[in-house]
């Protein structure tokens, strides 16, 4: 008896006791896979917000620099102004990053909080527009379509970078203008509207730009004519100032000179061109749109489950 009393003591010297505590936080541990991941996924995108950020501040000093400075008159003057959008866009992408990669590093919840709500309003905003452009498309298309002619057209000569932006869709698309009206949008411009030459010296006047024209590179010596889109308006413009006696002679004129002008240039407008582009490669396009919305919704997963376990560990 007194053997096996000796053998049972000498047993629970040779066990290790662990106390419940201890015990509990082996139990909720932090996984590193998860801790890492987010910190990785995160430390990413604060770089790519960085150099959005050093490219929208050098497109900003490149026009301060310039004749025309940078102008913020109104909400227009900076929706279309390139550099500062990508700033602004580069701004959020490093602050909130910011916060996931030393919330996940740190095990900070407050960040971590931060983080995942500023996810979430993202997300809130994309599926709102998604649902608008849904439920109303003719009236969210003829806003944009006439918001961004009042706006993107008049200041086409204005800032280089949004210049640049509209010959690369015009380009690109091959388009011109922006509404049903094509390449008559570009009347809107003051370089480029047909009234009377007094009132606009331009050579530019009754033209469209270079991006508009089906044929602006010179084949032998692959130079861009950037003129190749003067005077295109002229015979539709014009007729607006005729007199009784010459309208039905000038209608003509214009009606065969407009089908010269679509052989020179685009005649569809680029928002109509954007979405047969859409229509044609909509399972490409509904299946980026899908996997960013799923992306978004995983690193909100991981961040609340990393929030989770920390809080947890902490509780015991």
């Known amino acids: 008896m007194r053997d096996s009393r000796q053998q049972h003591g000498h047993l629970e010297r040779m066990v290790p006791y662990t106390p419940y505590r201890q015990r509990s936080r082996n139990a909720n541990y932090i996984s590193p896979l998860l801790k890492y991941t987010m910190f990785f996924f995160n430390f990413v995108f604060w770089l790519v917000g960085g150099g959005l950020i050093g490219i929208g501040f050098y497109a900003l000093v490149d026009q301060w620099q310039s004749k025309e400075g940078v102008r913020i008159d109104s909400v227009a003057d900076v929706l279309f102004n ?11 992408i490093f602050f909130v ?5 030393i919330g996940a590093l740190r095990e900070n919840t407050g960040l971590l909080k931060l983080y995942s709500i500023a996810l979430l309003i993202f997300f809130l905003a994309e599926l709102l527009i998604a649902i608008l452009c849904f439920v109303f498309p003719h009236k969210i298309e003829g806003f944009v379509s006439d918001y961004l002619t009042d706006n993107m057209i008049k200041k086409y000569r204005e800032d280089a970078d949004l210049q640049n932006l509209i010959d690369f869709i015009q380009k690109e698309f091959k388009c011109c203008g922006l509404s049903n009206r094509n390449f008559e949008d570009w009347s809107k411009n003051e370089y480029f509207n047909c009234t009377r030459r007094e ?24 130079l861009i004519n950037i003129m ?14 005729s007199t009784k006696d010459v309208v039905g002679a ?3 004129e214009a009606a065969l000179s407009q089908m010269d002008a679509k052989d020179k240039v685009w005649s569809t407008g680029c928002i109509e061109a954007i979405k047969s582009f859409i229509n044609l490669n909509l399972y490409i396009v ?3 749109a899908l996997g960013i919305a799923l992306m978004q919704l995983f690193v909100m997963y991981l961040a609340k489950s990393l ?4 809080e947890l560990q902490k509780s015991t």
């Open 250 to 252: 000038r209608m003509k």
């Open 307 to 310: 929030e989770g376990q920390i």
């Open 199 to 222: 009132l606009n010296p331009s050579v530019e006047r009754c033209g469209v730009p270079f991006s508009c024209c089906k044929n602006a590179t010179d084949m032998s010596s692959g």
């Open 82 to 92: 390139v550099g500062l959008i990508i700033a602004i866009i580069g701004v959020l």
């Open 228 to 241: 190749c889109g003067y005077g295109v308006q002229n015979p539709v413009m014009e007729i607006q100032g």
């Open 286 to 288: 509904a299946g980026s």
């Open 97 to 101: 990053s910011f916060a996931g990669c």
